[in-house]
């Protein structure tokens, strides 16, 4: 399954990032709800968009304890 990062919004566009580090433009429109910058979506084999909720908070807490190490 590939996923998808929303590294920010311009628009009515979200820009995200894959693996190998390529942004795609998304229209807001076909974004699930309550997507927002930062958080990672899954895209199905049928082409939908899914908020993976697990590796957005596990994305998150990785960035913040980086955050904590870099300011300590």
């Known amino acids: ?3 998808l990062i929303i590294d920010r ?3 009515k ?4 990032e ?6 795609f433009a998304i229209e807001t429109a076909e974004l699930p709800e309550g997507a927002k910058e930062g958080c990672v979506l899954d895209i199905t084999d049928e082409g939908e968009l899914q908020l993976n909720q697990e590796q957005t908070q596990e994305r998150r807490q990785q960035i913040l304890d980086k955050q904590r190490r870099a300011f300590q």
Not at 13 to 16: E, K, L, M, S, T
Not at 18 to 23: A, M, N, T
């Open 1 to 3: 399954m590939k996923q």
């Open 9 to 11: 919004f311009e628009g």
């Open 13 to 16: 566009f979200a820009i995200c």
């Open 18 to 23: 894959d693996k190998e580090q390529r942004y």
